[in-house]
């Protein structure tokens, strides 16, 4: 394991946690080292590695897409683990180099370690809940590291999904689920008779299982479809709209039953629910267009807003949200812009930010600490809690605090409208859903 590995897991769990502090692991594998090869889905790019390598125990090298290995990516991604993966595309000699890859994965197999590949081969420019076609990689460098090894050893291959009420939204919601192992040994006679049949048979079957572990939606045109009617019944995982009340698994559990239910339909013929498509877009349109958001109309129509803790938060809050723009709004300003005008992908953004913004404030509140504790007040056990606690801990409360401000602004305007009618749309789009879609 090389160190900087060991001390990016540490710093991630830390790091992840802030910024998706509602994460369950379902399945979690628990050896360190297994020989085996973790099939993912890709539905947030840089992300993806970094949620499951910081939050599950198996020591991990990465099969990434060498266009991310910039000059200045480049040495951070080789001491994370992370191994380029060749593509047509790329304008390199494809075959040559990503043989030499596979020659190093056959190493980090044979002596215990694991690999994550994700398998869908590429992210969405804009999140969706589905899973693309699974390509053959990871089952082929599966028995390809057996021949290596003259099947002396046992190697798996596991599929997992990665579960994000969304993956750009600070604050919101995570759940990785594994399917069970698949012993590739277990495979040996059926691959040396027909080796073609057998990686093209457990492809499919670890395409199904990755897709039984995540919210599948078959019909991409009904995604839209899919993630209104969550966020009207505030069961299932979208990041803003949900009933805090409800557990994270459950909010899950009912983001995938919608999507099989879905899936078992005609939807493009059935006439109700392209109706009721019809409806939901309207609604969602309409409260666009009266620059209402259908959680704000929620708390104006429940009379949830509650100015008096509001108030004492801001007097109260003050002083940490200072201590917290002192320790991270500089690190984090410059980060901010460097990556949106360095990444034209805003696919990237979330994550990249989150790295080197983790990787800039560390380095900026050293220098801080150090000059307190030689200048200001010699404790040195005394800074090392403080630099672990009050920087993060205070910036997150500062985020917090200039997000509760505005949205403070925006009920006060808003409550001077009126909204009776939008919110009789919201009921009646309630109750078509509870009559077809019998979804609990």
């Given amino acids: 394991m ?28 628990k050896k360190r080292f297994a020989r085996t090869i973790f099939a993912s889905n890709h539905a947030a790019s840089f992300m993806d ?32 683990h992370m191994l380029p993966i060749y593509r047509l595309q790329d ?51 599966g028995f390809g590291a057996l021949e290596s090894m003259n099947w002396e050893k046992e190697i798996f291959i596991q599929a997992l999904g990665v579960n994000y009420s969304d993956p750009n939204v600070f604050g919101s919601d995570v759940i990785i689920s594994n399917a069970d192992p698949i012993c590739l040994n277990d495979y040996r006679k059926e691959y040396e008779e027909n080796a ?10 670890v395409e199904i299982e990755m897709q ?13 479809f899919h993630e209104q009617v969550m966020r009207l019944t505030r069961k299932g995982m979208n990041a803003i709209d949900y009933d805090k009340s409800i557990p994270l698994l ?3 559990e009912y983001s995938r039953s919608l999507a099989n239910w879905m899936n078992e339909r005609e939807l493009d013929t059935n006439e109700e629910l392209i109706g009721l ?43 940490l949200m200072v201590i917290g723009l002192i320790h991270n709004y500089l690190p984090y300003s410059w980060v901010k812009s460097f990556v949106e005008k360095s990444f034209k992908r805003k696919v990237f953004w979330s994550s990249v930010k989150m790295l080197f913004g983790a990787l800039a404030i560390g380095i900026y509140n050293i220098l801080f600490v ?60 309630l109750k078509e859903i509870k009559r077809l879609i019998p979804v609990a």
């Fill in 2 to 29: 090389r160190p900087v590995y060991l001390v990016l897991k540490f710093v991630l769990k830390y790091t992840l946690w802030m910024f998706y502090p509602r994460l369950r692991i379902v399945n979690k594998p």
């Fill in 49 to 80: 590695p970094l949620v499951v390598a910081g939050n599950q125990s198996p020591i991990v090298f990465f099969m990434t897409r060498s266009d991310v290995f910039t000059p200045l990516l480049k040495p951070i991604l080789w001491a994370a």
């Fill in 91 to 141: 304008g390199e000699d494809t075959k040559a180099k990503n043989e030499e890859v596979f020659q190093k994965c056959n190493k980090i197999l044979k002596y215990g370690r694991n690999l994550l590949i994700f398998s869908e081969g590429f992210t969405d420019d804009v999140f969706i809940r589905r899973l693309k076609p699974v390509k053959k990689g990871a089952v082929r460098i």
């Fill in 196 to 205: 073609t049949k057998v990686v093209n048979e457990l492809t499919k079957r």
């Fill in 212 to 224: 039984e572990q995540l919210t599948y939606i078959q019909n991409i045109k009904w995604t839209n």
């Fill in 250 to 252: 459950r909010r899950w």
């Fill in 277 to 319: 498509k019809a409806k939901l877009e309207s609604y969602f349109i309409t409260l666009d267009q009266q620059g209402v958001t259908e959680k704000e109309l929620i708390t104006l129509n429940n009379n949830d807003f509650r100015p008096v803790s509001d108030i004492a938060f801001f007097v109260f809050g003050a002083p």
């Fill in 370 to 429: 150090s000059i307190m504790n030689i200048f200001v007040f010699p404790a040195f056990w005394f800074w090392v809690i403080y630099f672990f606690v009050v920087p993060p801990l205070s910036g997150v409360l500062a985020y917090s605090y200039f997000k509760r401000v505005a949205r403070y602004k925006r009920i006060q305007l808003l409550k001077e409208k009126q909204f009776s009618g939008i919110y009789a749309d919201r009921e009646n789009c």
